[in-house]
């Protein structure tokens, strides 16, 4: 058994989108391998020039790698400068406005300040995600798999677009068949939720009904490795999953 096969088959164990927990592994190894050894290293610089990281990744970096981020920045400084005043030297050598070139203007904003390399983090994950893909697909062309799967938390919208791309009709069609089952079961804890909402059943107890919109953002948007700042009631799904591995 392969690697990702391996992961596959544990991520399908554990809570949320199996292929969202490879990415988030993967997001594990690129971090933990910058921080040991890259953070500075002239490569993983020149990576980070041509794009640098997304929103998401500099933050989680900033909260993983801390101050070791001032070595990296402080090459990443000088290098923006640079291109900074190679734009300038274009908008203040135009001369007067009649001269002014919108398109030959963008043209150089694009060139010279726009970032075009993607996040090397986003690159990694999704790299993975496509391999757990392939390796589901064929995972699902046996029934012990399908049974697995049934189990399992089930894919988000994306990674299941990503799947059915791959799959023949037979996968496909069981694919589509699970989602569905998996959209009617939200579809009433959705309902559940409203009915207890009505004061004449407000005094039933609370059930995981009222998580249901999390369940419906998992679904639709796929699985943070922590449910951040998200007030998430004990004792339903999604409580605690931060410390289960993800
Ligand atoms: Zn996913
Ligand atoms: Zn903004
Ligand atoms: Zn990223």
Not at 108 to 117: A, C, D, Q, S, T
Not at 140 to 149: F, M, N, S, T
Not at 174 to 188: G, Q
């Amino acid at each position: 058994m392969s690697l990702v096969e391996a992961e596959l088959r544990e991520a399908l164990r554990l809570p949320g989108c199996a292929l969202c927990r490879l990415e988030h592994l993967a997001e594990q190894t690129y971090c933990t391998w910058f921080i040991l050894e890259n953070y500075y290293s002239a490569a993983t610089l020149e990576v980070l020039n041509r794009g640098g990281f997304c929103r998401v990744h500099a933050w989680r970096m900033a909260q993983l790698a801390g101050q070791r981020l001032a070595a990296t920045y402080d090459v990443l400084v000088r290098e923006a400068k640079e291109r900074v005043r190679r734009a300038l030297a274009v908008s203040t050598g135009a001369g007067s406005p009649v001269r002014w070139r919108a398109r030959r203007w963008q043209a150089v904003v694009m060139r010279v300040l726009e970032r075009k390399e993607p996040c090397p983090v986003c690159v990694a994950s999704v790299r993975r995600a496509e391999l757990g893909a392939r390796h589901l697909v064929q995972f699902l062309e046996q029934e012990a798999g399908r049974d697995d799967y049934t189990r399992s938390d089930g894919l988000c919208w994306d990674h299941l677009v990503r799947v059915c791309l791959l799959a023949e009709p037979p996968v496909a069609s069981f694919l589509l068949n699970d989602f569905l089952r998996r959209l009617s079961a939200l579809e009433a804890s959705l309902a559940e939720y409203f009915r207890k909402s009505d004061y004449r059943f407000a005094h039933e107890p609370k059930g995981p009904e009222q998580t249901a919109y999390l369940d419906a953002v998992e679904l639709f948007s796929g699985l943070l490795d922590r449910v951040g700042g998200v007030m998430v009631p004990g004792r339903t799904k999604l409580a605690g999953r931060g410390h289960r591995g993800a």
